[in-house]
């Protein structure tokens, strides 16, 4: 069954680094996003993107974060200067939009420890 | 701005009972979506509810929507250990993000 996949699983930078965060969407999906999970929270949505662009972003997404897609294949999420309070699990989705349904598809998670 | 509310949000069962889950969500929308995640885990789709009145059905789980009152129930039938997890609703309001609701840390003992 197709998948979404992140790297890496886990992120250790110090504090003010940048990092950069990937996700392969599945093949066939159009639309992808980023959410983030800190510890024991909800699930706070960042960023989706279509068509080479941002389409929606949430005020989180300030001007330290900023997305890409290389290529036909990787979606990446790049956090400039890293803040202690960046720690938190990332998740990339994917998602076709067919029938009106728009089912996201979650990769496993990169966990990203800022210290 | 689209508010998502659970509850309980803790939620502590013994197998074998039964339980219903709450989702509370502050403006128009006629899709919601349930999720599951365990621990450390990812976010696995559970129920897509797009339609006033929609029921879907999966083993002991068991979701509907109802538009009017802006609610979804998860119900929850003759839990087991295995349904131990943190369950999630999430809004699509006509945008393309999701707008989580706070979870439900359901733990199911034996």
């Known amino acids: 069954e197709p998948e979404v996949t992140q790297t890496p699983s886990h992120q250790v930078t110090q504090m003010g680094q940048e990092v950069i965060l990937r996700c392969v969407p599945i093949?066939?999906?159009?639309?992808f996003y980023w959410y983030r999970q800190i510890l024991g929270q909800k699930v706070e949505f960042l960023v989706s993107?279509?068509?080479?662009?941002?389409?929606?972003k949430s005020e989180i997404f300030d001007d330290q974060f900023s997305v890409e897609r290389p290529d036909g294949s990787n979606f990446t999420l790049k956090i400039r200067s890293t803040k202690l309070e960046d720690s938190a699990m990332y998740f990339c989705?994917?998602?076709?939009?067919?029938?009106?349904?728009?089912?996201?598809?979650f990769g496993a998670g990169t966990r990203l420890s800022v210290l | 701005e689209l508010k998502v509310e659970q509850n309980p949000l803790f939620l502590s069962m013994q197998e074998g009972k039964n339980y219903t889950i709450y989702c509370n969500y502050s403006?128009?929308?006629?899709?919601l979506y349930w999720y599951r995640q365990d621990p450390g885990k990812s976010l696995e789709s559970l129920f897509v509810?797009?339609?006033?009145?929609a029921v879907k059905q999966e083993g002991r789980l068991m979701a509907s929507l109802d538009t009017k009152a802006r609610l979804s129930t998860l119900h929850i039938t003759a839990a087991v250990h295995d349904l131990s997890a943190t369950y999630f609703c999430?809004?699509?309001?006509?945008?393309?993000?999701?707008?989580f609701g706070p979870g439900t840390r359901l733990s199911v003992l034996p």
């Open positions: 999430a809004v699509d309001s006509y945008g393309q993000n999701f707008v």
């Open positions: 403006t128009t929308s006629d899709r």
């Open positions: 093949s066939n999906h159009l639309y």
């Open positions: 509810l797009l339609s006033n009145g």
């Open positions: 993107f279509y068509n080479n662009e941002i389409s929606e």
């Open positions: 989705a994917s998602s076709a939009w067919t029938g009106g349904k728009n089912i996201q598809y």
